[in-house]
């Protein structure tokens, strides 16, 4: 017998909540049941569009009873909190990156998710994308010998607004993060960090101390190295590539096209469209089957949902390059 719809409560209706109302309402085997903001009506706009009761209160929402898990969308501040009161109720979690932005916190989370013993999963939704996760099971399978070099490019299209620099905890927390974790999907086991930094066009970054250009470098208990490159700008559109480099060959990942068909004329062969604009065109189906393992990561059934200490790891070495930049020193570092 199919079990009936597993109710969500969405914590969060800016932009990232908006994505997710729309893929629970998408998803069969999900359905939204209370949406909760401060901002009572985003939360009203969220609900009258995908479904489910509006409230002001996160609080109301965990405690309502009209939820079987909380998917956490609000700004990093309140995470650590809302995963707590979530759990401390018996109701998995799914967060939005990251868990929060001072370490020490998370720290003193990690015993009370244990205890607890309810799911957690963490919003690294690349391990999903198709590409990345066809590429990484090929390097588990051998395909191309032991992995020796892993190189990760992560353009975004422009560089955000100052405010959110500001509040963001930096290059490395808030954009890095991303491919830091995505450097532990195909090599957990990282014990050193390097990473510089550079303020070449973004007064944003300029203004609160941040980087607007950066590159990090790791390395693997294996021996391994990656090499993360990333921008907060890129006039060609939002890059993501990937390459995994070994022994017996290579797997690389190419940027996502705005479409397949190419010009060529006197003037120019195989002119190509731009690449997709933005985290939402590029990473779409990788939302969907996020959601998807954390229905069957809240229903018992198994998952590959990354984890509260994946989520503890990605901070642990985004802080670990922070330093690094800061203080132009190789950072040794514990994820155990």
Do not use: W
Request: hydrophobic share 45%; charged share 20%; with cysteine.
């Amino acid at each position: 017998m199919t079990p009936p719809p597993l109710r969500i409560g969405l914590i969060g209706t800016g932009r990232i909540g908006q994505v997710h109302a729309a893929g629970i309402a998408a998803n069969p085997r999900t359905t939204l049941a209370v949406v909760a903001d401060p901002f009572v009506e985003g939360a009203r706009r969220v609900s009258e569009r995908y479904g489910g009761r509006a409230t002001d209160s996160a609080d109301d929402l965990i405690g309502s009873g009209e939820a079987d898990a909380v998917l956490i969308a609000s700004p990093t501040p309140t995470h650590v909190d809302l995963i707590a009161s979530s759990v401390a109720q018996g109701l998995p979690v799914l967060c939005e990156k990251p868990i929060d932005l001072d370490i020490s916190r998370v720290e003193a989370l990690r015993p009370v998710i244990r205890e607890a013993g309810v799911p957690v999963a963490l919003g690294f939704n690349r391990r999903f994308d198709p590409a990345f996760a066809s590429a990484r099971a090929r390097v588990e399978a051998g395909e191309i010998g032991a992995l020796e070099q892993l190189s990760i490019i992560s353009r975004d299209p422009a560089a955000p607004p100052a405010d959110y620099v500001r509040a963001s905890g930096g290059i490395f927390r808030d954009m890095t993060i991303h491919d830091l974790d995505m450097a532990r999907f195909f090599l957990p086991e990282i014990v050193e960090v390097q990473a510089v930094g550079s303020r070449l066009f973004d007064e944003g970054a300029r203004e609160h101390g941040d980087f607007d250009t950066a590159v990090t470098t790791l390395r693997a208990a294996s021996g391994a190295i990656v090499t993360i490159a990333n921008s907060r700008h890129s006039a060609t559109g939002y890059d993501q590539r990937l390459e995994a480099f070994g022994a017996r060959g290579m797997l690389q990942v190419a940027n996502a096209p705005t479409s397949l068909v190419s010009l060529s004329t006197a003037q120019h062969v195989e002119a190509k469209p731009p690449y997709q604009e933005f985290f939402l065109e590029r990473y779409a189906a990788a939302y969907a089957a996020e959601l998807a393992e954390f229905v069957s990561l809240a229903r018992g059934e198994g998952s590959t949902s990354p984890t509260f200490d994946d989520g503890r790891a990605a901070l642990i070495l985004a802080d670990a390059a922070q330093r690094s930049a800061e203080e132009g020193v190789a950072v040794p570092v514990d994820l155990s």
